[in-house]
């Protein structure tokens, strides 16, 4: 097949890690006799340094024509004075509203080769395989919001439509249907009238799931089982700022935040690939990033927007294979063990995956 991806690696360790990811690519082409193009454009502080805007026209015009997108990390110290006009972190926020990215699917699954890296006990990571399902475009990040300014305050809005509430629901119970068929909603209804209508708006389309388990879990609880009992936990379906504070609280479960993968993804499956990681600028340029984030977000690429299942479940494989054989980079390793870089840790996932 053919398809044009558009690299927007932008700040910190994504460019490092984007070039890996389209290292996989290309052999994933390569070996399954495939065609991929890739345009590379700019995103987050480095397109403020060079145009002014974190989301320029042309980097816009080049996601327009592409089949995904594969992004690597935005932000950095040197943007982040707080009364700045521009911030590194509206140029994501305008892709996903842009390309309507209302789903964010967050998978947090245990490698056994890491299981002793998790600072929770072993026996509690038994069996934990979770899909967060984060909602992307609505809530206190698009809501209403107004600057302090020279005033004294300031404020956002938690905001949700039930037609959007709906539309996330729907993809979280789907994806629950196809795993353990339990699916937890989180909210904060005993507090906030948004939340209330995202529980009712939740329970509207429970009634077409009648096979799907379905409980109401508030945020804070939410909060403790995952670290509590996270093996409770099949699909969490959560708003876009619970989900963000919740998948990174996961991450812990996995060892690293630098292995997980995310995909977000429209009405039509045209999607944003991209590790949850940050742009890590204390690490940034030095080789030592964990590039498997990237790696298994480029499988996501083709298993959701390209729907080459066979090629996504290869590099799985491959990523699974490299840890089981001892590669870690530092993030991953035993304190004081030998680590491998950036590009060495993608050449033994390069040699499994043949
Ligand atoms: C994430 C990040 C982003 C978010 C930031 C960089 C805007 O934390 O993707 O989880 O808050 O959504
Ligand atoms: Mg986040």
Known sequence: MQAHIVTTPGDGIGPEVVAQGVRILN?????????????????????????????????????????????????????????????????????????DLFANLRPVKIYDALRSQAPLRPELLQGVDILFVRELTGDVYFGARREQGSGTDAYDTMIYTVDEVRRAAVVAFEAARGRRKKLASVDKANVLASMRLWRRAVNEVAADFPDVQLEHVL???CAMHLIRNPARFDVVLAGNMFGDILTDEA?????????????????????????????????????????????????????????LEAEAQAIEAAVQAALDSGARTADIAESGAPALGTQAMTDRILHFLG
């Open 251 to 307: 991450s812990v479960l996995a060892g690293s935040l630098g292995m997980l993968p995310s995909a977000s993804l429209n009405q039509s499956a045209f999607g944003l690939y991209e590790p949850i990681h940050g742009s890590a600028p204390d690490i940034a340029g030095q080789d030592k990033a964990n590039p498997i984030a990237t790696i298994l977000s480029v499988a996501m690429l083709l298993r959701y927007s390209l729907k």
């Open 27 to 99: 052999r994933v082409a390569a070996k399954f006799g495939h065609q991929f193009t890739f345009t590379e454009a700019l995103l987050g502080g480095c397109a403020i340094d060079a145009l002014g805007t974190p989301l320029p026209a042309e980097t816009l015009a080049d996601c327009e024509k592409a089949d995904a997108i594969l992004l690597g990390a935005v932000g950095g110290p040197k943007w982040d004075d707080p009364t700045a006009p521009v911030r590194p972190e509206q140029g994501l926020l305008g892709l996903r509203k842009r390309f």
């Open 219 to 221: 945020v804070d609880a």
